[in-house]
């Protein structure tokens, strides 16, 4: 009787008496590496490669390891772990030492390649972060510029003296505009929110404080000005833009024409203290006039006058460098 003729595509396979079994593969057998299987996965880490090398140079395992810091246990794993991920015998251990394969030798003229390569790139990461911090551009609006900002910066130079900081005040409009210009690491608002398009942290809090003359009808009322009367009244504000403007705007619903508009927290005291008429000003700012009675705090009611005082960077992008350290500091006070 004639047996029916096999394909070539479905050749027969011996049959164990236990059933079908796989194959056994050689325990340097290729591992097959589909498509799309990342090179991470494909390649040995660093770590292996230099490994790899010290053994080369050194002839030992053990010594390989100690020159690494890691046990020989530890040592041989990672070589062992390599072997498989590469599917060949890289080195001949003995009691005499360690020998490298033909394959071995090989790979490890690749390895040195790599460890070069990833030499240069560390370089030239270091060369990036030395770039980086060696300046720290910071810009803050007004109030935290003049009486926080000092002293943040003087415990930064204590820690980072070869960091040159240069400080951009503005109103917190323009330290928004200028961080998403990328003219400034990291930046520092007063108001009811962060600017559009940065993250923020708050670092601090403050109270806006109604203040006149000694001279000046309100220095002597007894009864606490009322939030209407204060809408009224036309003020020394800062300008449009600035984070005192808009808390107390939004405090009170709207103000009536300013008496003068000015662009500094300094130049609203001045003015307030030379009797121009009564002031809006942060409390971080007053303790020397109000303690020299230059000026007379005047209480208010039925408002809030309290604020955020905000660190702020591009939205998606952390501070790294002396700008995180900066933020650091500011953290380590509020």
Do not use: C
Request: no cysteine.
């Amino acid at each position: 009787m004639t047996s029916a003729p096999q394909s070539p595509q479905s050749p027969q396979r011996p049959q164990s008496p236990h059933g079908p079994q796989s194959p056994t593969p050689s325990p340097w057998s290729p591992t097959p590496g589909p498509s799309g299987v990342p090179l991470a996965h494909r390649v040995p880490d660093l770590a292996a490669l230099e490994l790899l090398l010290a053994v080369a140079r050194l002839g030992s395992l053990g010594r390989a390891a100690r020159e690494l810091g890691i046990t020989q246990p530890a040592a041989s794993g990672r070589v062992r772990s390599m072997e498989r991920q590469l599917g060949v015998a890289l080195v001949d251990r003995s009691p005499r030492g360690s020998r490298l394969t033909e394959a071995g030798a090989l790979v490890t003229d690749w390895a040195r390649r790599i460890v070069e390569a990833a030499e240069a790139f560390d370089a030239g990461a270091q060369a990036l972060r030395d770039r980086r911090d060696s300046r720290l551009r910071v810009a803050a609006s007004m109030t935290i510029a003049e009486y926080l900002l000092p002293g943040w910066l003087i415990a930064l130079r204590a820690r980072r003296p070869d960091t040159a900081v240069s400080l951009l005040a503005g109103n917190s409009a323009e330290v928004a505009e200028r961080l998403l210009g990328g003219d400034a690491d990291l930046g520092f608002v007063e108001g009811l929110a962060a600017p559009t398009g940065l993250d923020a942290v708050v670092v601090g809090h403050d109270r806006l404080i109604v203040v006149v003359a000694p001279g000046h009808p309100w220095a002597r009322r007894r009864a606490p000005l009322g939030a209407p009367e204060l809408a009224g009244t036309p003020l020394i504000l800062r300008e449009q833009g600035s984070g005192t403007r808009q808390v107390l705007d939004t405090a009170l619903g709207g103000l009536a024409a300013p008496l003068m508009e000015l662009s500094s927290t300094t130049a609203v005291k001045s003015a307030a203290v030379s009797g121009a008429g009564p002031a809006v000003v942060s409390e971080l700012a007053l303790g020397d006039e109000l303690a020299a009675r230059r000026l007379v705090r005047v209480a208010v009611e039925g408002v809030r006058l309290r604020r955020e005082l905000r660190a702020v960077w591009p939205m998606g992008q952390v501070p790294a460098g002396p700008a995180r350290e900066l933020l650091g500091l500011t953290r380590d006070g509020a």
